[in-house]
């Protein structure tokens, strides 16, 4: 089992650009959830999906849009990357029936 | 709304020695808690987790106790190794917020010779 797989693992781009972080599981959890990881501030999540079709707003989202085609995939994309969206984001997704959160080993984004 | 508070850190500690990292929250509701822990470079790893008031959550080595009176889940560890440097988070769920994990911001500990 591959678990949550995110690509790719670093991406430095210039302001202005646009780009797509993807998150992919194989263990057909429901929920999936994007989150960014600053100095000082924990994590923070940007946007959530309790299921294929559905999805909805976090703490941080301006700047972000995502999707949910499958079970399978959630990618997040940047649509007009700025300095403040330099971060490391994790992909996380849960169970329906268990509270453990499994986490993909993160994307590290720097926008210059 | 939830929050989660925890001791600032780097935590800088001698082999064997012993760990205490505080964390104490606000919820609405009943929160399920955990700790995570975060190796340099890697993602996020469920340390333990408990789900109801007394419960003790425990995973190599580590424990720490739901205390509803006082909203607190402190981490403890007797014995600290080399091996569990990193940045420990404590978060929580509950329910009727749609699965959405709060985090305290990272404690960072550092464990020397």
């Known amino acids: 089992n591959a678990g949550v797989t995110q690509t790719p693992k670093f991406q430095v781009l210039k302001t202005g650009q646009s780009m797509t972080l993807q998150c992919a599981q194989d263990?057909?959890?429901?929920?999936m959830s994007w989150y960014r990881q600053d100095p000082g501030m924990g994590l923070r999540l940007i946007h959530y999906?309790?299921?294929?079709?559905?999805?909805d707003q976090g703490e941080v989202p301006n700047g972000y849009n995502v999707s949910r085609s499958t079970t399978e995939d959630f990618p997040l994309r940047l649509l007009s990357a700025a300095p403040s969206q330099t971060s490391v984001y994790f992909c996380?997704?849960?169970?329906?029936?268990?509270?453990?959160?499994?986490f993909g080993s993160g994307t590290r984004l720097t926008v210059v | 709304g939830n929050s989660v508070t925890q001791m600032e850190g780097p935590v800088t500690l001698s082999e064997e020695a012993f760990l205490t990292i505080n964390c104490t929250y606000t919820?609405?509701?009943?929160?399920?808690l955990f700790w995570y822990v975060q190796y340099p470079g890697e993602g996020l790893q469920l340390l333990l987790k408990a789900t109801k008031a007394d419960d003790k959550g425990s995973n190599k080595g580590f424990e720490a106790t739901y205390r509803k009176e006082t909203t607190s889940f402190h981490l403890e560890k007797g014995s600290v190794q080399v091996s569990d440097s990193a940045v420990y988070f404590c978060?929580?769920?509950?329910?009727?917020?749609?699965?959405?994990?709060?985090f305290g911001t990272g404690t960072r500990l550092q464990v020397t010779l």
């Open positions: 919820a609405t509701g009943y929160p399920s």
């Open positions: 978060a929580l769920v509950t329910t009727g917020t749609a699965s959405k994990l709060t």
């Open positions: 999906s309790v299921g294929a079709g559905i999805t």
């Open positions: 996380a997704t849960r169970s329906d029936r268990v509270y453990g959160y499994t």
């Open positions: 263990m057909n959890h429901e929920y």
